[in-house]
């Protein structure tokens, strides 16, 4: 995994760690930093479901479901 890697693409039982966010508007980053997501937060990937169904990503204590627009803008790098 490279360190432009999208939380999109990390594989089922992976870890990483936020490093930035991509095409995020602020409005919706705010959002995110509410549950959790934020640079340097550590993400699993718990279900990578086919057909380019919303990933689950355990984020602190909550699991969430992503979908590819929001998870691909959300750069990562593998700890």
């Known amino acids: 995994m490279t360190n432009a890697a999208s939380l999109w693409n990390i594989e089922q039982g992976d870890t990483a760690v936020v490093s930035g966010f991509v095409g995020i ?18 993400v699993i990937c718990l279900n990578r479901p ?24 959300i750069k990562i790098m593998a700890s």
């Open 25 to 42: 508007s602020t409005t919706y980053l705010r959002r995110m930093r509410e549950i959790g997501i934020d640079i340097g937060t550590e």
């Open 50 to 73: 086919p057909f380019s169904a919303p990933r689950q990503f355990q984020i602190c204590d909550g699991v969430f479901s992503l979908d590819k627009e929001i998870a691909g803008s």
